[in-house]
């Protein structure tokens, strides 16, 4: 009887392991980038120390201008044509302004940019799984989509309450994700990513000085949101990239190089550990060891 009982308990375990060895060799890695308007830019230079290592990305959860760079990235856009689009932006194409209802700006500039440089018009055609965090202002709860009108919900991401109009989009009333979720690394376990990746592109930026305008005291009360939300979102990641932003301010697009600039370095510091994590990863007795505390 114990020899029946031992000889099932190692049938079990040999399967398991074949189970495993069978699977996919790959580690999943997703990547979750952060809101931050203007300083989301440091997220391309993030990017692109990532390709250069050879990282590979397999999905990706953004918010706000995080959502828009990576909406860029998931539609198969090059990332040095992404450079050069980050170097010409002007807030000209995204400042349509709207009589003062519900925001002083429309977005249609957001939603136009991203169909114009994606040429996507639904998630589905997307090279890259992406999720796209909202806020949806009726319910008051995040919505995640990975379907739908890319450039539309995009548009909704990005849309800051009091300068953004918020976006009609179904039966909801969509605003930006990052009063709810500022860096989605939990949207990417959702997913089913093995390796979470954040890029914070707030928490080490320079406390600006007292605000002398309605638009200042926005955009701080949002750093103060940031840097709140980035903390609670450590739980979920694996490791996070924090480019070294300093006194560059949310609306300072003419720093973009220097954006590009720190968001490649901060990745560049972090690939050896980056590697010698997904490449432990791999090993079957990591996975069967997470396996075995999945209940399988």
């Not at 136009?112 to 440089?117: G, H, L, P, T």
């Not at 009609?168 to 990052?178: P, Q, R």
């Not at 490649?264 to 590697?275: G, N, T």
């Amino acid at each position: 009887m114990k020899f029946d009982s031992n000889l099932k308990l190692w049938k079990t375990l040999t399967n398991l392991i074949v189970r495993i060895s069978n699977g996919a060799s790959g580690v999943k890695v997703g990547l979750a980038l952060s809101g931050g308007a203007a300083r989301g830019i440091a997220h391309i230079g993030a990017l692109k120390a990532l390709e250069e290592a050879r990282i590979p990305i397999d999905m990706i959860a953004g918010v706000s201008s995080g959502a828009l760079i990576g909406a860029l990235y998931a539609s198969g856009l090059d990332i040095e044509t992404i450079e050069s689009v980050a170097l010409g932006l002007r807030w000209k194409e995204f400042a349509d302004l709207t009589p003062p209802r519900m925001g002083l700006i429309s977005g249609k500039g957001i939603e136009e940019f991203v169909s114009k440089y994606t040429k996507v018009k639904e998630f589905g055609e997307l090279k890259i799984p992406l999720a796209v965090v909202t806020t949806d202002l009726i319910t008051e709860k995040e919505v995640v989509f990975r379907k739908g009108a890319l450039a539309k919900i995009v548009q909704a991401s990005c849309s800051i309450p009091g300068v953004y109009t918020p976006v009609k989009y179904e039966d909801m009333l969509l605003i930006d994700g990052g009063i709810v979720n500022i860096l989605p690394t939990d949207v990417l376990r959702r997913m089913g990513a093995d390796f979470v990746i954040g890029v914070d592109v707030n928490t080490r930026a320079t406390i600006s000085p007292e605000p002398k305008n309605v638009f200042q005291v926005i955009l701080q009360s949002w750093d103060v949101i940031s840097r709140q939300g980035a903390a609670r979102a450590r739980k979920d990641a694996d490791l996070v990239i924090y480019p070294e932003i300093g006194d560059i301010s949310k609306v300072d697009l003419k720093r973009a190089r220097e954006l590009l600039r720190t968001g490649y370095q901060a990745a560049k510091e972090v690939i050896p550990q980056l590697k010698r994590e997904i490449k432990r990863r791999k090993g079957i007795i990591y996975r069967f060891k997470r396996k075995i505390l999945r209940g399988l």
